[in-house]
Structure formats: structure tokens, C-alpha cells
């Protein structure tokens, strides 16, 4: 691709000629980052927008993340009419068939976004996209699920443009399609979509899990925040959305065999999930080539919503450091045995509506402080012949792990792999309550913490999430203290792309499934939650995807076209830096190229 | 308590106030002596409220107001229901200028307090009368606006009337944001949503500091007019009232000139990213009615370079210089590099046009903020034209600390000459020429204002204050809202900036957070700013002895009444915590 930029300027002389120009600024690649030039009268003919040169100017193109396979992007730009998109290879018979069709909608949605609502004149040449899917039946993305794919653009004598997208099943052809999709832009010189018309890349991800957690208790998220969120994790390739939909501080879930839940425990009538909010964010998801799995977090963290129950100790006990990590305490009373009961409705209920591959038991932050101030707790612990040590209440929240497990796996066809936080739970003496054919950990400590080459090392499967880099809400105000959150300073997006799976596995990374940011929401609901995460997710993104060798500094201006995209979804991401340095790249790093 | 509530009392006594049986769970108690709206749950009971922002409305001193009233404020804990179209307003109909305002702003309460949907509310037996006296004609927002007000909410029978008296306009806009702020919605037990508005109170209010500011850049990232809009919307409901706007830099000149159509041509960082005169015409008077006025600020002889480019085309020479030069750090402090180039005298001609403007634009007799912060001597020191105009002088700081307050001295002689007087107030950034060891040899103090940026423990402001300067205080370690993003900064967290107490003196005009552009844009900057800079306003209004823990009920109930008034302000708490008040 580098070498053929001198090729370039030639190629580019077919696209129209531009008339009438009022700005005065073009765009030259130089040693592979684009610069802003003054329009003079001999480069008027040849003048590219910033789009255009950003397509052009680098081995990996303006993709993100960057595919892992063969990138031949060709150096003639031709016009799309966005009104003339047609796919086929997938018939209403098959399975993924309405996947697709909703591939394509959002598909044809962006490329319309792109354009300004006055710029939206016909014209230009029609792209015809063909999906050879091996296994077109295929709907549910699992772990094993193939997520590659191979795209190529030609131009056909008749001047049609013929994308075909070769792959295993609907998620890679998804895949596919939102690598075409980045491959065409809008030139605002010559306010028109343009595409190269040869392109030819194969690609699939490193990690099979490329996750974002998001809290909607601790304050609600509306569903279309979700969708949005969904689509903007589609545009990153990112592929897993893990809901904590519920936690000691409300309950927004409907659970129709238990009502009394939502109905205690939603902070408004209005701050709900109903089952058919589920339903269109699921179906949302896979469009998107998402999986959405639930979280239902215990035994902690949970509270608001079963205060008709007596299932619940501790809840809103005060002073509450003395009884869980931040208000409202609340934990489940495991010698209850009605608990086991709703608990499997409760799973039930949610699988039925997630219809998930993979079910999130939360785990963390048991207090055992808690436990050991309930006097019936304490009885029935003596009863067992066991004492008070963290040892026993280790064996009780075995005791819990295990009851819940079973009921879960009543309401599941197959027993389908089950997530926890690090805790107590899985450190070193106590793994061994844990099989390792039944769960996998996922790491929310420092990238640097002992307990996970411990897990590595006995055999775990693991979805790092390490605070110190994949916590996005740190950096804000605290909210039960006067200082800033625990985890503070903020992680800006240049930490998120240097945190390799690889660094934090200490090599081992055949055990790691993968990453997921988190987004705890104490001090974020709506209004902000977008800014928080993007774009600093689709960092991450690129990590789990492309397992880059090179640093953020490598990666930048591709980024900077990444936070465009998803500013074109709708999605509110945070800017970056100042646009000059978009306009000029590699200009403003600290010895950058162009800075010296 | 008058009769009003008794009647509303009476229906809380007779039926369940919500039908739906998912609405029913909660209701609110206020423990007066401890200020606290607490959720209960159970039957219906006449002391509790249906909703928090109801028991919040008369629950504690201050109610949920904010920034809390200075003088007095007696709020009755009682409720009087009424529909929106049985509120009414009465003013003096003299066919003036007051008169056309009072009538704007009372369309934008009415707009204000609809757009929190009531449905359906038949209770048309119940009357508001807001009415309204003004005692000037004076126009004028400015340093010396008296923006105080007297504020008395009566209800006899079926009857309530809401009495404001201020000295000006925009007392009288204060004080309606207030009334704005003692009505909520109410679900009663017809299952219809009605307003309801505090029965009786007593409020006399005028504000600390007379400026109260949000700075906005636009030049490192542009903000559209719409987005600008919002922070007005933010500042009007806070009673922040100057908006400055940092609106050029080195980075982008947005700013459209009739007279000197280059600086965007070259300067915008697209077509579409370039504000108008009619843009802020129209962003001034919209301003205006939200009783803010817009300040606006130039950058110079620093932070100014892409935009400068055209002076060599157009035969002026070089009117900027080192703009776009690397390494940046050789040459500024932040990329890219630009400053203007003191030495051409053909730049004082174009800064006489620009200000012409500019001046144009604005208010007649609006001050003007000409920046000079961050000159960069090694970018002056390396231009060969500007040592060649120093000839044979010494190279020191002080030669070109010298040339710097002759570049001040002479933009200065272009906007007297441009204004038509030589005693507009000038705002100036805080730099090497304000140092108090030679601030009286460069700088006037009856022209120049100082807007100090530095850190709370930095003595500047007071020493500037005690030679006689006036002051507008930007603390950087606590009004920064950039903070916390790049470099070693911290975030700066709502307690910090409300906490933030700045010098009382009499030459303290007030003081201005401060939203920098580099990481933000449309996308983000509602959510950077707010409801941060609300804190700011309570500082500069209230200026209350108290800190934030004192104020957390109301503000995190003044963070909600921004969301719901269209601002996406950032969430501060689990919503748990702003329900079960106390408890986190």
C-alpha cells in the first residue's frame, strides 16, 4: 500500500474535478499521515479531502480495529450512490436472513448519516454486496463462534461495484460489512460518498471476547442509551455487552414469575426493563454481532426489591462500611432455603428472556462482617459444626455457590459456562471450590495482581478487567467521600491501548478469553454516559481484535477517523484533542513526526 | 400555613393520591430540623409528599433552591395546586422596553415549566398571579446591575399570588427563576398531573459578586451556536450571568469578520464550523432574556495563529508569526504555534478593523477581553524580523516584556480608536506583565481588569487587589473544568469548586470557571460543565460561610432540574443516594 502512493495522485484524477471551490485546504499524505495543504491553482485538480487521505495514506487504511489478515486497499476513489445498495446470498429461508437485513439497515443508515442533510444528491455507482456464508443457520455468537471473514471490492466492466463477503457465519459476514462500511466516506470537497473500487482483505479477531460492562442500577440507563451503546460496539467489532442490570441500589429488571422485584426496587415506575425492552436490546445485540449476557449479581449486592422477602440481611444497614463496600448494604441470607427457589425463577425468567450463552453470577465483594452480625446466620453455621472464621464463611458462600448453580443449570438446556468477579472466592486456598469446566474468572483487580497468574496457572479461563485500566468511570467525583472515586485518576485512552492481554497474562494467554471494559455507573447515568465510554471502548477494541504490536502513538489517527464513526452513530463520544491535531497528524504528539 | 394547604391536605386525607398501584410504593417525609426528605413506604399518610421534588421543595431552609438566597428566604411547607393555564401574569403595560422583556421572560417561564410534562389537569378553580414590578428602565447588564430582588408567594382561598419587585429587569428574571424553582409537578388522586407551587414564602435575594462566568472555548474545538445555547439555558437556571467567550486561538479562528473574511477563510477548521454576526446577534439577545451577557475575547499577542496566515498574500507582511512551527515546544506552550507579530505596524491596522467588528457585534459600551496570557518569547526571539527591530537592544526578558506592553499599548490605541473612547474596561489574562513587581509600569489599573488563573494558594489575587486592581478570580486548581483529563491534573469534583472561596474585597468582581476546549466538544462539553459550574454559581451568588456537604440535598436536586430542563448534565450519585437523602 505505501508504495503505491505515488500511484495515488495519478488515480485520483478521475474523480471529478473540483468546481466553484470555497474552502481552501486539501490534504497530502506525507510518510504516511495526512496534512493540511493550501489549495493553489496547479493542486486544485488533484486536491483530496482529509477522508479521502486518511482511506489512502496508511498500510491499515482509516480501519479500526485494524484487520489481522491481508490489506489491499486500491488508490482509485470512484462515487457510491448510497440509494443503490443491494445484498444477496443469504435467502429468507436461512436463519441469519433477518440479521442481515438489519446489518444492512444500519448499514445504509451510517452511509446516509455521513452526508450533510442538504448534501444528499443521487448519482454515483451502485454496490452490489454478495455474503457467502458457510453456515448461514448459524444465530447464536458463542465462544467457539468463527467471527472471520475475508471482503473484496471490484469494479465490474458496466461500472458496478461487486463487494463479496466470504465467511463462516452471519458474525463474520457482519464483520465484513463494517470493514466496507469504514472503507467508504464522505469527500467534502466534492460533497460525495466515495469508496476505493479494489479492495481485497482477509481478517479475524485475536480474542473471542471483546466486552463492555455496563451498570444500570446504581443510576438507569435508558434502553436506547443501550442501543446506542450497541451500536457503537459494533462499529469497533466489539462483541460482548455485559449487563449488570441489577444491584443493592434498584432493581430495574422485570422478573415475571417474581414482580415484587421491579415493583419495590426500580427507582421510578418508569426506570424499568420490561420483557419486551429485553427482547429488542437482544435482538439489537445480535444485529450488531453483539452477545448480551445478563449479570445478576449475589450473593452482595443486592437489596432494593427483595424487601418483601426475608432473603435479604443487612439491607441499609448503617454505619454501612461495617456491613458492605458502599451504601445500600445488602446480601443474601444463604441458609434460607425459599431463596434457592426464587433464585431459579429469577434465573429462569432471565434466560428466557436473554436466551444467553454464557450467564454472569456476579460473586464479588461478599462481606463476611455482615454475615457474622446475623444472629440466625451464625445459628445455623454452629448447627453445621462450623465456626466463625473466614474459612467457614467461605464454606457458606460455597454452600450458596453451589445451590444457585444448580437451579441456574435447571433452567438451561445444556450447562452453559458461568462468569464470576475475582473475590475471596478465587484466590489461591479457596479456588478449588471452583471447577474450572464451569467457570470462567473475570479479573477486576490491577493488571499486576498475583491472583492471576494463580488462576493461569491452575487451568481458569479469563475475561480481564483490570481496574488500573479498563474501569471507565475512575477519575470523577467520590460520591461517599469529599475526594475524587477509589480508582481515580481517569484512564485516558492511550493506558486502555498499552494494557495487552498478553502483559497482564504474563504469556499466558491461551487461557485469556479476552477483555472488557466497565462502566459502574454511581456517578453516570444518560446524560453522560456515552462520553464515558467511547471512545475510549473502541481502544480497547482494537487490543482484543488486532493484538497490536505497536503502541497508541501508532494508532492515533486511525483513532481519531474511529471517534468520527461513532460521533456518525449518534453516540456522544469525548473528544480527543483539538481538531487541529486531526487536521494535521502527527503534529502534535511530543516528537511526532511533524513536530520537529 | 395557610388554607390552601388545608384543602390540599384534605384530599391527601380523603383517597390514595395515585391510582396506579406501581406508582403507590413510596412518599417522601420532611424532618424539618434536619432538612431531610426521607422515603417511606406504607399507607397514606398527610404529612408525606408523593414525590421527592415535591418534599424537597419545602423540606429545609432553602428548599431546593439554588443558589440559595442571600438575604432571606421563609418558604411555607405547604403545596397549592394549579394548572399551568390558570397562571397568569401581571405587569405595568407601558409599551416599552421593560415591558417587551417582562413579556419574553414570562413566555420562557411558561415554556420552562411546561416542557416538565404535566398532563391532563383539570383543576381550573386555582389561581396564580405572577405579578411583576420593575423600578428602572435601565437596559444594561453590566458590572454595576443591581440584580437583586423581593419575592412574596401569598395564597388566601383559591388564590395565590406570587409579588416580585426588583430594581431592574433583570432582578425581575432572577427572581421568576426562582418562582420556577418552587413549583413542581404533583400526580394527584383524580390521576391527573397538575402543578403546584410553594403556598407561602418570603424571599429576598441579591447576589455576592456581580460577575458570575462560565468561559467557553471555541478554538480548539468548535462548539455549535445550539450547544452554546444549552450552557446559557444552564447559566440563566443557576443566575451565572456572564458567558466569556474564548472564542479564537491558535488552533481555529471561528470567528466571521465582514471587514477581514480571511481569518475564517484561513482560520475556520471548516465552512460549517464558523460563527456568523448574525450567529451572535441573535446568541447575545437570546443571552440577554437568560439574563447573561456574552463577553467576548480575542486572544493576543499569543494564541493566535491559524486564521493570521493571509498578511504576506495581501501585502501586509507577516501579521502572525511562528504559526505552525515545529517543534511546537520550542516555540509555545501548546501545538500549534502562533503569535502575533508586534513589530508590523500593519497589524494594528487589522487589529483596528477586527475590533471594529468585534465592537460592532456587541452591546454598546460592553467590555472586551484581550487575552494576553502565555506570550512565548523564544517564538519573538527567533523571528528574525522582530531582532532586526530591536537593533542593538539586549535580548533579556525585560526588552520583551517591554515590546509585549508596547504591543498592548498600541492594540489598546486601536480599540480606543475603534470604540470612539478610551475608557471601555479591558479583561486581561494573569502573565508576566501582571506580576506585582511591574503590573503598574505596564498595565493601568483604572483600564484594565486581571482575571487571575492561579492556584487557590497563590497570594496574586490579593496583592493585585491590594494595589488597587479589580479582579475576576479563575482558581486553576479548582475552577479548571478541563482537569483531570491530560497531564498530572486532578479532577475537580462539584465539593471542590463550590468549596472554592475566593477574595471578598470590594475590587473583586467575582469570578469565571473555565471550560478549555482541548478534549471536549458538542459530544462532551454539556457533561464536563455541568452541573459543575452550578456550584460555581452558588460560590459566586450565595457565597455562603457553609461548604458543599451543607448543600448537597439541593444541588444534587438542582442537577436533576438541569436534566430535565434539556441539559445533559453529569449524574453525581446513585440515584439511591439523592432518594434516601442522608443515607450515603
Redesign the interface.
Known amino acids: 500500500m505505501k508504495h503505491q502512493l505515488t500511484k495515488y495522485l495519478l488515480f485520483v484524477l478521475l474523480l471529478k474535478t473540483i468546481s466553484g471551490l ?3 485546504w486539501r490534504w497530502e499524505c506525507e510518510e504516511g499521515y495526512c496534512q493540511k495543504k493550501e489549495i493553489t491553482p496547479d493542486t486544485q485538480d488533484t486536491a483530496i479531502s482529509l477522508s479521502a487521505c486518511r482511506l489512502l495514506c496508511s498500510d491499515a487504511s482509516a480501519l479500526w480495529p485494524k484487520p489481522t489478515g491481508e490489506i489491499h486497499v486500491g488508490t482509485t476513489l470512484v462515487k457510491v450512490n448510497p440509494n443503490s445498495i443491494s445484498h444477496s446470498g443469504v435467502g429468507s429461508e436461512k436463519r441469519s436472513h433477518s440479521l442481515i437485513g438489519g446489518a444492512m439497515t444500519r448499514f445504509n443508515k451510517q452511509l446516509n448519516e455521513l452526508r ?1 442533510k442538504t448534501k444528499r444528491a443521487d448519482g454515483g455507482k451502485t454496490l452490489e454486496i454478495t455474503y457467502i456464508l458457510s453456515d448461514p443457520g448459524l444465530t447464536d455468537l458463542t465462544l467457539e463462534t468463527e467471527e472471520g471473514y475475508a471482503l473484496t471490492v471490484v469494479e465490474t466492466s458496466d461500472g458496478r461495484l461487486n463487494a463479496t463477503i466470504v465467511a463462516d457465519n452471519f458474525y463474520g459476514g457482519r464483520n465484513g460489512l463494517e470493514t466496507l462500511n469504514q472503507l467508504i466516506v464522505y469527500d ?1 470537497l466534492r460533497e460525495e460518498l466515495i469508496m476505493p473500487n479494489d479492495i481485497s482483505i482477509t481478517d479475524k479477531p485475536a480474542y473471542p471476547w471483546r466486552g463492555l460492562a455496563l451498570d444500570t442500577s ?3 440507563i435508558t434502553v436506547d442509551a443501550i442501543k446506542n451503546t450497541l451500536s457503537a460496539m459494533a462499529s469497533s467489532k466489539l462483541n460482548s455487552f455485559h449487563w449488570h442490570i441489577t444491584d443493592s ?2 432493581f430495574p429488571f422485570t422478573a415475571q414469575s417474581l414482580p415484587d422485584l421491579r ?2 426496587g426500580a ?1 421510578t ?1 418508569k ?1 424499568i426493563y420490561t420483557p419486551e425492552d429485553v427482547a429488542d436490546i437482544v435482538a439489537h445485540g445480535r444485529e450488531c454481532g453483539v452477545r448480551v449476557i445478563p449479570e445478576f449479581d449475589a450473593p452482595a449486592h443486592v437489596g ?1 426489591g427483595w ?1 418483601n422477602t426475608d432473603y435479604v440481611v443487612c439491607f ?1 444497614a ?1 454505619p ?1 462500611q461495617d456491613y458492605c463496600v458502599e ?2 448494604c445488602g446480601q443474601f441470607d444463604p441458609t434460607k432455603d425459599g431463596l434457592y427457589d426464587a433464585l431459579e425463577s429469577l434465573y429462569g425468567d432471565m434466560i428466557k428472556q436473554f436466551q444467553p450463552t454464557i450467564f454472569h453470577m456476579g460473586g464479588d465483594e461478599v462481606h463476611f462482617g455482615c454475615w457474622n452480625s446475623t444472629a440466625s446466620i451464625v445459628e445455623w453455621m454452629q448447627n453445621q459444626g462450623w465456626g466463625r472464621s473466614e474459612e467457614d464463611f467461605i464454606k457458606l458462600w460455597d454452600h450458596f455457590q453451589t445451590e444457585a448453580l444448580k437451579r441456574l443449570y435447571k433452567q438451561t438446556s445444556s450447562n452453559i459456562p458461568v462468569i464470576l468477579w475475582t473475590s475471596t472466592l478465587t484466590e489461591g486456598e479457596y479456588l478449588e471450590h471452583l471447577s474450572k469446566d464451569q467457570y470462567i474468572i473475570q479479573i477486576w483487580t490491577t493488571g499486576s495482581d498475583p491472583q492471576i497468574s494463580n488462576l493461569l496457572a491452575n487451568g481458569y479461563r479469563v475475561i480481564i478487567s483490570n481496574y488500573d485500566a479498563l474501569y471507565l468511570d475512575c ?6 467521600t ?3 472515586n477509589w480508582c ?3 484512564k ?1 485512552w492511550q493506558k486502555i491501548y498499552e494494557n495487552k492481554p498478553a502483559t497482564v497474562a504474563g504469556g499466558k494467554n491461551d487461557l485469556v478469553l479476552g477483555m472488557e471494559a466497565a462502566l459502574w ?5 444518560s ?2 454516559v ?2 464515558r465510554l467511547w471512545p475510549r471502548a473502541a481502544a480497547m477494541g482494537e487490543v482484543l481484535w488486532s493484538e497490536p504490536s505497536n503502541g497508541w502513538r501508532e494508532a492515533e489517527s486511525r483513532m481519531l477517523v474511529q471517534r468520527e464513526r461513532i ?1 456518525n452513530l449518534g453516540v ?10 486531526r ?2 497528524e502527527e ?2 504528539p ?1 516528537n511526532g513526526k ?3 | 400555613m395557610g388554607k390552601a394547604y388545608l384543602v390540599l391536605m384534605g384530599i391527601l386525607l380523603c383517597s390514595k393520591l395515585y391510582e ?4 403507590s ?1 413510596w412518599r417522601w417525609k420532611c424532618n424539618q430540623s434536619a432538612g431531610a426528605c426521607t422515603r417511606v ?1 406504607g399507607d397514606v399518610d398527610a404529612t408525606l409528599y408523593p414525590s421527592l421534588e415535591t418534599c424537597r421543595l419545602v423540606c429545609g431552609t432553602a428548599g431546593g433552591l439554588w443558589p440559595q438566597p442571600t438575604v432571606g428566604t421563609v418558604l411555607s411547607d405547604g403545596l397549592f395546586q394549579f394548572s399551568l393555564s390558570s397562571l397568569k401574569f401581571e405587569f405595568a403595560s407601558e409599551d416599552n422596553d421593560v415591558t417587551t422583556y417582562l413579556k419574553e421572560i414570562a413566555d420562557l417561564f411558561n415554556k420552562t415549566l411546561s416542557s416538565i410534562s404535566a398532563s391532563n389537569c383539570s383543576n381550573t378553580d386555582n389561581t396564580v398571579t405572577i405579578s411583576i414590578v420593575v423600578l428602572t428602565n435601565n437596559m444594561d447588564l453590566n458590572w454595576k446591575t443591581d440584580e437583586g430582588y423581593n419575592l412574596e408567594i401569598l395564597t388566601a382561598g383559591k388564590e395565590n399570588s406570587v409579588k416580585i419587585s426588583a430594581n431592574t429587569i433583570f432582578g425581575a428574571r432572577h427572581a421568576l427563576e426562582t418562582v420556577s424553582q418552587l413549583i413542581e409537578l404533583f400526580s394527584n388522586n383524580n390521576g391527573e398531573v397538575c402543578h403546584v407551587i410553594v403556598d407561602e414564602a418570603k424571599i429576598s435575594d441579591a447576589p455576592n459578586y456581580n460577575h458570575r462566568g462560565l468561559l467557553l472555548d471555541t478554538a ?3 462548539l455549535s451556536i445550539s450547544s452554546i445555547k444549552k450552557h446559557v439555558d444552564g447559566m440563566a437556571h443557576s443566575k451565572l450571568n456572564v458567558l466569556h467567550w474564548h472564542i479564537t486561538d491558535s ?2 479562528f471561528p470567528l466571521e469578520l465582514p471587514t477581514l473574511p480571511n481569518m475564517t ?2 482560520g475556520a ?5 464558523i460563527y456568523h454576526p448574525t450567529d451572535i446577534a441573535e446568541l447575545i439577545s437570546y443571552a440577554k432574556l437568560r439574563g447573561v451577557r456574552i463577553i467576548i475575547e480575542i486572544d493576543a499577542p499569543s494564541h493566535a495563529g ?1 486564521g493570521w496566515q493571509w498578511g504576506p498574500d495581501a501585502g501586509l507582511g507577516d501579521l502572525s508569526v511562528c504559526i ?1 512551527q ?4 520550542s516555540f509555545c506552550i501548546q ?2 504555534c502562533g503569535q502575533l507579530n508586534p513589530v508590523n505596524s500593519n497589524l494594528y491596522k487589522v487589529l483596528k478593523d477586527l475590533y471594529s467588528d468585534v465592537i460592532n457585534m456587541l452591546p454598546k459600551g460592553e467590555v472586551f477581553h484581550m487575552g494576553g496570557d502565555e506570550v512565548y518569547i523564544p517564538c519573538w526571539n527567533s523571528t528574525p524580523e522582530i531582532i532586526a527591530y530591536l537593533g542593538d537592544k539586549p535580548r533579556t526578558t525585560e526588552t520583551f516584556l517591554d515590546l509585549w506592553s508596547d504591543y498592548q499599548a498600541q492594540a489598546l490605541e486601536a480599540f480606543d480608536s475603534a470604540v470612539g473612547n478610551t475608557n471601555t474596561p479591558i479583561i486581561l489574562w494573569t502573565s508576566h506583565l501582571t506580576e506585582v513587581s511591574v503590573i503598574e509600569k505596564y498595565l493601568s489599573k483604572t483600564r484594565y481588569v486581571i482575571q487571575t488563573w492561579v492556584p487557590a494558594a497563590d497570594t496574586l489575587p490579593q496583592n493585585l487587589l491590594d494595589l488597587g486592581y479589580q479582579i475576576i478570580a479563575s482558581t486553576k486548581d479548582t475552577w479548571y473544568l478541563d482537569h ?3 497531564g498530572n491534573t ?2 475537580h ?3 471542590v469548586v463550590y468549596n472554592n472561596k475566593i477574595p471578598t474585597a470590594s475590587g473583586t468582581l467575582g469570578g469565571e470557571v473555565c471550560m478549555w ?8 462539553v ?3 460543565v455541568w452541573p459543575r459550574a452550578a456550584a460555581a454559581a452558588e460560590r459566586l451568588w450565595s457565597n455562603p460561610k457553609t461548604n ?2 451543607q448543600a448537597e440535598r439541593r444541588f444534587y436536586r438542582h442537577r436533576e432540574r438541569l ?1 430535565s430542563r434539556g441539559i ?10 439523592y ?2 437523602e442522608g ?2
Open positions: 470555497t474552502g481552501v450533510p467534502d446504581r443510576n438507569y441500589h434498584s415493583e419495590y427507582y415506575p426506570k432494593e424487601q441499609k448503617a454501612w451504601p445500600p477519575g470523577f467525583s467520590g460520591w461517599v469529599d475526594g475524587n481515580s485518576p481517569y485516558g455507573t454511581e456517578q453516570v447515568d446524560a453522560s456515552d462520553t460521533i456522544n463520544a469525548d473528544a480527543l484533542e483539538p481538531e487541529w491535531c487536521q494535521y503534529s502534535c511530543t511533524f513536530n520537529k | 396506579s398501584a406501581s406508582n410504593l413506604s480548539r474545538n468548535f488552533q481555529s477563510k484561513y477548521y471548516s465552512d460549517s464550523k491559524n505552525n515545529q517543534p511546537w515546544r501545538p500549534p483531570g483529563f491530560w486532578v479532577y469534583n462539584w465539593r476546549g482541548e478534549l471536549v466538544d458538542d459530544s462532551s454539556e457533561s464536563r458543599a456537604d436534566v445533559n448534565a453529569e449524574a453525581l450519585t446513585p440515584r439511591w443516594c432518594q434516601n443515607e450515603c
